[in-house]
């Protein structure tokens, strides 16, 4: 279908919305009018964890066909998997959908897919993660901060710990910007504080096993290592367990941060088995479809859109978040 015959076709899905919503009265601006379904390609991570379960639910939830979508869920082969993403992302592109929204594996090795989808005049919109790309190529990134998350898990430390700590980082999967952001935003602030004595960082994959088994070499090398910073839960429920098994308290002789914000950590935090826990805010569908619609319409949209979240700084918190239902 060339770009012209889409156009019409999506601005007569938009037009025929405003219709139905007019003729309506009161329905929402998402339902659909008469005419075909806005196609929507998303190369996705896939299964890797607790966050990224809740975030792919609720973007597919909320591109339904009820909302006037038909969604192409892609998710890459495994968690790391770029080429299965670049693959998906072509032939979206081959198929002519209306969108793409990417979540990336990987921050770089974007351009030529970006470019292919500018050619094709297939708008890209980035959820989460973002891209080694310019900014020119893709409508706008929807996530949390992610360097102001970590810098508040930061702010949470240097505040537990006046006068400095020994502390170790469990890192993401390598190359990934939200990895970086997270260290970014934690690294400032810090900076300027006396004590910080950093043992290391090493990648534990997001995984709780991962962060298990690294923790228990660090304490054998480090036996007075005071807090760790986990840039997800699972990593810093693993490196719980392996604080316990080195006979030590979790909350008391180890601090442990997270980002995220699961039940798994929630409760973690309930437990005492972690000490802070910072929101990542995974539902952010009602942000994408806005922004889809919008990009579709020819409307401006911001380049940044940031999902906003909270923390969770004790276990009395940890279990309030617990009884309001914050989990996921
Ligand atoms: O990109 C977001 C990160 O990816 C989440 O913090 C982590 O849990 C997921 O694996």
């Known amino acids: ?4 015959k889409r156009t019409l076709r999506i601005l007569g899905f938009i037009g025929a919305g405003a219709i139905a919503l007019g003729l309506a009265g009161c329905s929402t601006g998402t339902e659909s009018g008469e005419g075909d379904l806005i196609t929507v390609g998303f190369v996705a991570v896939g299964p890797e964890g607790g966050w990224r379960d809740a975030n792919e639910q609720a973007i597919q939830d909320a ?3 009820e909302a006037g979508f038909d969604l192409k869920y892609a998710p890459a082969a495994n968690p790391t998997d770029q080429k299965s993403q670049i693959d998906a992302f072509a032939t979206f592109v081959n198929d002519e959908v209306d969108v793409i929204l ?6 770089s090795g974007w351009e030529d897919s970006l470019e292919l989808a500018q050619e094709a005049e297939i708008p890209v919109i980035l959820l989460d993660r973002g891209v080694d790309a310019s900014d020119d190529l893709y409508v706008t990134r929807i996530a949390p901060d992610n360097v102001k ?10 505040s537990v710990y006046p006068d400095g700590a020994s502390y170790y980082v469990l890192e993401g999967v390598p190359g990934l910007s939200v990895v970086n952001e997270r260290n970014e935003g934690f690294d400032a602030a810090i900076a300027g504080k006396d004590g910080w004595d950093k043992i290391g960082a090493q990648t534990a994959n997001w995984t709780a096993d991962e962060g298990k088994s690294v923790i228990e070499t660090v304490l054998k090398e480090n036996p007075g290592l005071q807090f760790i910073f986990a840039q997800n839960d699972e990593m810093g429920i693993g490196a719980a367990a392996a604080v316990t098994a080195a006979g030590l308290t979790p909350g008391t002789d180890v601090k442990i941060a997270t980002i995220d914000g699961t039940t798994p950590a929630l409760e973690a935090l309930a437990a005492g088995q972690l000490s802070f826990v910072a929101q990542y805010n995974p539902f952010f569908g009602d942000l994408a479809v806005d922004a889809v619609k919008k990009a579709l319409a020819g409307e401006s949209v911001d380049k940044t859109i940031i999902v906003p979240g909270e923390n969770f700084d004790s276990a009395e918190a940890g279990q309030a ?3 309001a239902g914050k989990g996921f």
């Open 149 to 158: 998350v970590a810098e508040e898990v930061g702010n949470w430390a240097t």
């Open 102 to 107: 990417l979540t990336a594996t990987e921050a």
């Open 1 to 4: 279908m060339t770009h012209n």
């Open 63 to 65: 591109f339904s066909e």
């Open 321 to 323: 978040a617990l009884d």
